[in-house]
């Protein structure tokens, strides 16, 4: 397994392509949910995957604050083989990611309801009441380096 980081400068074209290919796979095809996948925020975020071979297996975007939400956050959360541990490492190098790129203390995440025990495992509490974001439950969730001083 191999971990890749980059910021969006940094992409290749083919990067780039696999990556926004993944994230449409999985959540307009998938999960049946028309949305605006591509909305401003890659370029100014740090893209982290991790492929087994040549296959991208699980993927995060890392936004500075104030792009996607008002803290730095992680988004776009993704993986293409459950049940291997994949997502929370990806998780855990993104929380890591938002410290040492952007200073992060706190980082906000917008988490579909369901996964909210997985986002609980690494340390994130909910922090709104459910709402309604492209047609599926979500919740916010933070995570603050207090809690894991």
């Known amino acids: 397994m191999t971990l890749h980081k980059k910021l969006f400068s940094e992409l290749t074209v083919d990067e780039l392509y696999e990556l926004l290919r993944v994230r449409s796979e999985v959540f307009v095809v998938e999960q049946d949910c ?3 996948d591509m909305d401003g925020d ?6 982290l995957w991790l492929t087994e071979g040549d296959k991208v297996v699980a993927l ?38 938002a410290r040492e790129h952007f200073g992060a203390k706190r ?12 986002y609980e495992q690494v340390g994130f509490r909910q922090s ?22």
């Open 34 to 36: 028309v949305y605006q």
């Open 128 to 149: 709104s009441e459910p709402f309604i974001l492209d047609g599926i439950p979500h919740i916010r969730m933070s995570w603050t380096s207090e809690d894991w001083a």
């Open 42 to 47: 890659d370029q100014a975020s740090v893209h």
């Open 107 to 118: 980082i906000d995440i917008e988490a579909q309801e369901y996964a909210r025990g997985f």
């Open 60 to 97: 995060c975007r890392v936004c500075p604050a104030g792009t996607h939400m008002q803290e730095v956050s992680v988004g776009r959360v993704i993986t293409t083989e459950r049940g291997k541990g994949y997502g929370k490492k990806m998780m855990l190098e993104g929380i890591k990611t």
